[in-house]
């Protein structure tokens, strides 16, 4: 099994603009690839800002953040994911919230999405966000990816769930700074205790009234942190290894043992 080279890119999102965040982000996405990285990842709600209570703030699946990825994702032939808020093609009339949908396209186009199980009840997210039902997990050029959104980081056995079929777990955020010791804490727990990468991509600057710190971290499966920022924007880069998942848990048998 080969390598596979993952670049988180923490940055600032322009609140409400869709067409600003495109073209800030696409020249750090060409610089990710032309740095060798195989997998790009943005962060939650890239293209808008977390923003659900805005009328409107909703697009169609398939519509132009989708299509952003897509396109960057061709031009670079590499694959490119982040989450943006898409009503799904089959939602009904009567009830037309959108998803929080973490999108990941492949270098030939196509996606796969993953819809944010788990709203964050706290600022009322499920009033306007449909939750998904469930889970997704994408084979990366032989590195079995598992996508999850910000607050579902806080549910340990989701992850668990999928363990044996992951070897990295991908949380893309918009997660605050004054919760940012939860964060940090809760990444490095879910790669230790599931003996896999952990990549968690989370926003700075100021969106709405919060501030957001980053704290953005590739951390492997013993829980080391092979990169982490803070407070700027970064792009992170490290090598995910399939066989050190696999050589982990064949010397420290932890995941046998679960009842």
């Given at each position: 099994?080969?390598?596979?080279?993952?670049?988180?890119?923490?940055?600032?999102?322009?609140?409400?603009?869709?067409?600003?965040?495109?073209?800030?982000?696409?020249?750090?996405?060409?610089?990710?690839?032309?740095?060798?990285?195989?997998?790009?990842?943005?962060t939650e709600t890239f293209s808008t800002g977390f923003s659900f209570d805005t009328p409107g703030i909703g697009e169609p699946e398939g519509g132009p953040s989708s299509?952003?990825?897509?396109?960057?994702?061709?031009?670079?032939?590499?694959w490119v994911g982040g989450s943006c808020p898409e009503i799904a093609a089959a939602?009904?009339?009567?009830d037309p919230r959108p998803s929080n949908s973490f999108v990941l396209a492949a270098p030939d186009g196509s996606t796969s999405r993953y819809r944010k199980i788990h709203p964050f009840s706290?600022?009322?997210?499920?009033?306007?966000v449909r939750a998904g039902d469930e889970f997704v997990t994408v084979d990366v050029e032989?590195?079995?990816?598992?996508?999850?959104?910000?607050?579902?980081?806080?549910?340990?056995d989701e992850f668990w769930a999928l363990?044996?079929?992951?070897?990295?777990?991908?949380?893309?955020?918009?997660?605050?700074?004054?919760?940012?010791?939860?964060?940090?804490?809760?990444?490095?727990?879910?790669?230790?205790?599931?003996?896999?990468?952990?990549?968690?991509?989370?926003?700075?600057?100021t969106g709405g009234s919060l501030d957001y710190a980053g704290d953005s971290a590739i951390i492997d499966p013993l829980g080391e942190i092979l990169a982490t920022g803070a407070g700027v924007e970064?792009?992170?880069?490290?090598?995910?290894?399939p066989a050190h998942v696999s050589s982990t848990r064949s010397h420290f048998r932890f995941l046998q043992d679960r009842r």
């Open positions: 099994m080969t390598a596979l080279r993952v670049a988180a890119i923490q940055h600032d999102i322009v609140w409400h603009d869709r067409a600003a965040n495109f073209e800030r982000l696409a020249p750090k996405i060409a610089a990710a690839a032309a740095g060798g990285a195989r997998l790009v990842l943005l299509q952003f990825l897509v396109e960057q994702a061709r031009r670079h032939g590499v939602a009904s009339a009567d706290h600022a009322e997210e499920e009033k306007y032989g590195v079995r990816v598992s996508l999850f959104v910000c607050y579902d980081l806080r549910f340990a363990a044996h079929d992951t070897d990295l777990y991908v949380v893309v955020a918009n997660w605050p700074a004054k919760r940012r010791l939860h964060w940090s804490t809760l990444l490095r727990a879910r790669a230790i205790e599931n003996q896999a990468y952990v990549v968690g991509v989370n926003r700075v600057g970064t792009t992170l880069v490290a090598d995910v290894e």
